[in-house]
């Protein structure tokens, strides 16, 4: 049977050019980049080129730039860093963020409620998941110790307006991070014109390793390490850098940026396709997310009346590898937060479908899918009716 990855949203596969360039640093320049002799050297070398390298495409300086195992630390560094920095500094206690925040934000502010005493205010959305700067502006004030809203959002592909967000809340002296991992890999990065003081990045969004990512950190921004230990990353994130992978994720995202442009002409296309394709032909059938202010390779719906695990499995035996939600949240039935947040109601949310398409996706694939997307809606309602009777 032919497999179909529809999935790009949950990891993407390395590209054979960034393996390229990791490969030598897993043998020949094997130092510890914090050892002061020769192969110590040559390790640190690579590690600070990628580091300015990184800092060149996101308008950063080098200094400004933590790197961490991947999206999750990033964000846990950010939220918990700088909350912690913040109470310390000017007894600030309230973190906003918003409802659909990916389980890296959401959870680790809900953490540090339920742990360390901070209040979160749960920002809320509007239909298609994205925070209005008003709402953010409503709820400021200078006791609130970070703002954490989310640039595209990795369930429903909505984009929200990052640079409002960010001014309101620079205005008020108030740290912003945004979490940037799905973002990356099509949507401009730019840290001084987002105004952005923290953002989060993931490199197996964007054709990377996984397992490696950054946290920009603005200057001057008040952080705390999460992780300690030796002194790596000027004290902000302890433990041996991850040499091959740090270059890897440089050389990702060097290629991203210069193959933006022609990556999101050839996934819009095809996700226009999909998204018509899925509208026309199954009833009852929503598109989820912002029509559009989404990312391009992004598509998600609800069909009423389904199962979307059921659905995932139906179409994963039919060659089909999509998602339901976010990936993280596979195998468990209960309706996405992110959908119950965005006001739909629950014989629908529970019927999620993302697919998510990448360079590699073809337009006979699409069309594959398309084709046998209704017969799996079919078979999984009426499945679903059998249980219910
Ligand atoms: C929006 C968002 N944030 C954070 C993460 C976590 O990143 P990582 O897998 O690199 O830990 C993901 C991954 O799915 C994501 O989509």
């Known amino acids: 049977m032919k497999r179909v990855y529809l999935d790009y949203a949950a990891t993407t596969p390395l590209d054979e050019r960034v393996l390229e360039a990791m490969l030598p640093y897993f043998r020949q320049v ?39 195992s991947g999206g999750s630390e990033a964000d846990n560094l950010a939220l918990r860093g700088v909350a912690r920095a913040r109470r310390e500094m000017v007894g600030a206690r309230r973190i906003l963020t918003a409802r659909v925040e990916h389980a890296a934000v959401a959870r680790t502010a809900q953490a540090l409620e339920r742990e360390e005493g901070f209040q979160v205010e749960w920002l809320e959305v509007d239909a298609f998941g994205i925070v209005h700067p008003e709402t953010v502006k409503q709820a400021l004030g200078p006791d609130v110790a970070l703002v954490s809203v989310m640039y595209a959002n990795n369930e429903i592909g909505s984009i929200n307006p990052i640079a409002e967000i960010a001014a309101l809340c620079r205005a008020q002296g108030v740290p912003f991070h945004t979490d940037a991992v799905q973002a990356a890999a099509y949507l401009p990065i730019d840290v001084q014109a987002l105004g952005v003081d923290l953002l989060s990045l993931g490199a197996h969004k964007f054709y990377g390793p996984k397992g490696v990512g950054a946290l920009y950190v603005r200057q001057g921004t008040p952080l705390w390490p999460v992780q300690t230990g030796g002194g790596q990353e000027a004290g902000r994130r302890a433990g041996t850098h991850n040499v091959p992978y740090i270059v890897g994720m440089a050389r990702a995202l060097e290629l991203a940026v210069e193959e933006r442009e022609s990556r999101r002409a050839w996934v819009q296309s095809l996700r226009q396709r999909v998204i018509e394709g899925v509208l026309e032909r199954i009833p009852q059938a929503r598109l989820t997310g912002h029509p559009l202010y989404r990312l ?17 499995q139906l179409l994963d035996a039919a060659g089909f590898a999509c998602s339901s939600g976010s990936a993280c949240k596979s195998g468990q039935p209960e309706p996405s937060e992110v959908l119950l947040a965005c006001g739909l109601e629950r014989e629908w949310a529970g019927g999620s479908l993302r697919v998510t398409l990448g360079a590699p996706t073809t337009a006979e694939e699409v069309e594959a899918f398309l084709d046998v997307l209704p017969r799996c809606v079919e078979q999984a309602r009426a499945l679903q009716g059998e249980q219910v009777r």
Do not use: M
């Open 30 to 68: 094997f130092g510890n980049p914090s050892s002061v002799h020769f192969y110590g050297q040559q390790a640190e070398n690579a590690v600070e080129e990628a580091r300015e390298r990184i800092a060149a495409l996101i308008g950063a300086h080098p200094q400004e730039i933590v790197f961490t």
């Open 296 to 312: 391009p390779n992004h598509a998600s719906f609800v069909f009423k009346g389904v199962d979307g695990n059921l659905l995932l």
